[in-house]
């Protein structure tokens, strides 16, 4: 009997300048990212068109000019097999050429050979088209690639490439031929393509409508470069929401909820292209309530992104972040279940190695990780450990390596490092004492929001006030029935006034905003 498929629910909290994303398999929380409204220029996927700045020969690389502070960094095995051609439609495109003519006469030619060397290629002042693999990290700058792709759903596009490749996933050789005659068809000259797991069963239209969307994004890019050949962001990859859709959409997805009406909409048409069938799991969340309240993925930050995680029976994770390496120690704490001391520690490991898989994943941890768990003397237990944490990095995205565990107890996993470790401060400052330790009497808080709502309801003139508190203090300012402080001021002032509780805000925190939603204070 086939063990049932978790459900994954996409929650999207859209402010006025970030996007917070939240995937949560069977209401737990697993992945988690944030995307600026404003948009962030170095992010991985995005094709900028670059300035070679200096030739290191000694590395066969070059650093590259893409108009970060930190310049990029690109080797001679990631320009491609035939980055002629697109140094070639560079320097050839300008604003009286038809751009759709040079691109398809243009011949790929002999592919580059490996043994080749950088300073034969480029040289300083040189204008290319690059796209982001890996983003700044530290004092490094991106890690560039010239071989461009435009990754679907279904279809990974090929800029100045010939070949049609097929997800060896797709067992079939019927559907393999079918997929594979099908993209060829549709595919213009000078241009290849990936075929993924996900296009197997999909049909022509589906198909088709992706790769012409990802060939318009392409070609849309031409007229940037004609126009201006200076150093500029060509085009970004999907936003965060989408590109999330696009790698985790499948039959086990549940929900996609969104509390912001433009960004639902798009999830929508997006969804729409790549997998039709889905389209009705996408839901507008207008629920009074603060959408991660709701769904409780605020709480869950706050318990998981700190330095000491806790589990399931007293046991807790310490993890520490740094330049070199992530290091997590395991502790049992006053887990005691059985009186022997081996059986525990096992229990306690492989309580952890759910936990560490989960949190790899949330923070975004890669490079090196060490787990220090806790000392055991069967082999038959470490080899088990071992084996269990292999299965639980199975569902893991990002490429990596789980090595068995040393005499020390110390296992090594090597994980794929693109991004920034995501590091989210769980420990706040009082907005009450600002971090000085002493505060105005909590007995005089009631006195405090009345001063403030007496001032906007008779000065200004605001007819509708919310206040937004603590639960704690909304409960205080709620408490009786007829004689609440809200029921008070309501009477007193002639105004319409609602208390939201917000669980993000520490015990006294409050705020107050109009009709409008504007903040007031």
Not at 22 to 46: P, Q, R
Not at 169 to 182: F, P
Request: charged share 30%.
């Amino acid at each position: 009997m086939e063990s049932e498929k978790p459900d994954k629910d996409l929650i999207v909290d859209v402010s006025s300048n970030e996007v917070h994303i939240a995937l949560m398999e069977n209401h737990k929380l697993i992945e988690y990212n944030t995307e600026s409204s404003t948009g962030n220029k170095f992010s991985v996927g995005d094709v900028h068109l670059g300035k070679v700045k200096k030739i290191l020969p000694n590395l066969n690389a070059a650093f590259v000019d893409i108009g970060d502070k930190k310049e990029a960094f690109i080797h001679y095995l990631d320009l491609g097999l035939y980055f002629p051609a697109f140094d070639q439609f560079v320097r050839e495109s300008n604003q009286n050429t038809n751009l759709k003519d040079l691109y398809s006469r243009i011949v790929i030619g002999d592919p580059l050979p490996k043994e080749g060397h950088i300073e034969e290629i480029l040289k300083p002042g040189q204008m290319i088209v690059a796209q982001i693999v890996k983003e700044p990290i530290s004092t490094k700058g991106s890690r560039l690639t010239a071989e461009i792709s435009l990754a679907g759903r279904n279809i990974v596009l090929l800029p100045f490439a010939e070949k049609v490749s097929i997800s060896q996933k797709i067992g079939s050789k019927e559907e393999k031929r079918r997929l594979e005659t099908l993209v060829r068809s549709i595919l213009p000259k000078n241009y290849g393509a990936i075929i993924r797991t996900a296009a197997e069963g999909k049909n022509a239209a589906t198909l088709v409508g992706e790769t012409q969307s990802l060939i318009e994004k392409w070609e849309n890019s031409w007229k940037k470069i004609a126009r201006n050949k200076n150093v500029q962001l060509l085009f970004t990859e999907y936003s965060k929401t989408t590109t999330v859709l696009r790698d985790l959409l499948n039959d086990s997805f549940s929900n996609i909820w969104i509390n912001d009406v433009k960004v639902c909409e798009e999830a929508k048409k997006y969804i729409s292209l790549i997998a039709p069938e889905q389209e009705k799991i996408v839901h507008l969340y207008e629920g009074k309530q603060p959408i991660y309240d709701h769904f409780e993925v605020t709480r869950q930050i706050k318990s998981s992104f700190g330095k000491v995680v806790p589990m399931r029976q007293g046991a807790y994770l310490v993890i520490e972040t740094t330049e070199a390496l992530n290091v997590i120690d395991v502790n049992s704490g006053i887990r005691t279940k059985t009186n022997d001391q081996e059986d525990n520690a096992f229990e306690v490991n492989k309580i952890a190695a759910d936990e560490i898989a989960r949190q790899l994943r949330l923070r975004d941890m890669g490079g090196i990780v060490i787990v220090d768990f806790i000392d055991m003397d069967s082999n038959d237990h470490k080899n088990a450990l071992f084996k269990h944490m292999q299965e639980l990095m199975e569902n893991d995205r990002a490429k990596h390596n789980v090595l068995p565990l040393t005499k020390f107890g110390l296992m090594q996993i090597t994980r794929q490092r693109i991004r920034p470790v995501t590091e989210i401060n769980t420990m706040e400052q009082c907005p009450v004492c600002h971090g000085t330790g002493k505060i105005h009497s909590s007995v005089v808080i009631d006195e405090e929001i009345e001063r403030k709502i007496a001032f906007y309801v008779i000065e200004k003139g605001v007819k509708s006030l919310t206040l937004k508190t603590s639960p704690i203090l909304g409960a205080y300012l709620k408490r009786g029935i007829f004689n609440s402080f809200l029921s008070k001021w309501k009477k007193h002032y002639k105004a319409k006034i609602e208390i939201e509780e917000v669980t993000d805000f520490t015990v006294l925190q409050h705020e107050m905003f109009n009709e409008k939603g504007e903040r007031l204070d």
